[in-house]
T-cell receptor, first 116, second 113 residues
């Protein structure tokens, strides 16, 4: 079984500053994927970034980067130069990269508020 | 490419009724997964369909069922609705299998009165 822990229920950041959202995971599978999704108040889950367990380098997508520390089972999301539109709920998720059945296990989420 | 579409977006039902939700995945995607999101339980996996076959199922009662058609569109059905079934139901379209990526639709918000 897989488990995702997000210990920050809420975070505040000043506009244009960087912010780190924490995520730790627990899985016994040797091959897995780590995801971050953004969920605005409208409800849609927006894919942000992906990290494979065998990827040597940290994933980056524009202002988003994933700080992957495999030994610590940590996959923190870093948002650089925060914008007001970044205010949303952020979910960390993991999946087994079995190539067959797909199932994401989500954390409880972090509510990020960007202050002007 | 068009994104994942879900219909209806909002639904109000009463206890004991049944409901059917629809999801159309991204063109070319053959995997469709369903998730339930509630304030108390968070995001929970319901089931996944691939090429018209249920490939994986979460821990939900038999009142929750689904199916997938040959064009990859999927429906989920909830029978004998309970108040606790009020939730946002999200559908995810399966992309590159090498990355297990999933792209979500806007969701259907179900309210059971």
């Amino acid at each position: 079984a897989q488990k995702i822990t997000q210990t920050q229920p809420g975070m505040f950041v000043q506009e244009k500053e960087a912010v780190t959202l924490d995520c730790t995971y627990d899985t016994s599978d040797p091959s897995y994927g780590l995801f971050w999704y953004k969920q605005p108040s409208s409800g849609e889950m927006i894919f942000l970034i992906y990290q494979g367990s065998y990827d040597q380098q940290n994933a980056t997508e524009g202002r988003y980067s994933l700080n992957f520390q495999k030994a610590r089972k940590s996959a923190n999301l870093v948002i650089s130069a925060s914008q007001l539109g970044d205010s949303a709920m952020y979910f960390c998720a993991t999946s087994i990269s079995s190539g067959s059945a797909r199932q994401l296990t989500f954390g409880s989420g972090t509510q990020l508020t960007v202050l002007p | 490419k068009a994104g994942v579409t879900q219909t209806p977006r909002y639904l109000i039902k009463t206890r004991g009724q049944q409901v059917t939700l629809s999801c159309s995945p991204i063109s070319g995607h053959r995997s469709v997964s369903w998730y339930q999101q509630t304030p108390g339980q968070g995001l929970q996996f319901l089931f996944e369909y691939f090429s018209e076959t249920q490939r994986n199922k979460g821990n939900f009662p038999g009142r929750f069922s689904g199916r997938q058609f040959s064009n990859s569109r999927s429906e989920m059905n909830v029978s004998t609705l309970e108040l606790g079934d009020s939730a946002l139901y999200l559908c995810a379209s399966g992309g590159d299998p090498a990355y297990n990526e999933q792209f979500f639709g806007p969701g259907t918000r179900l309210t059971v009165l």
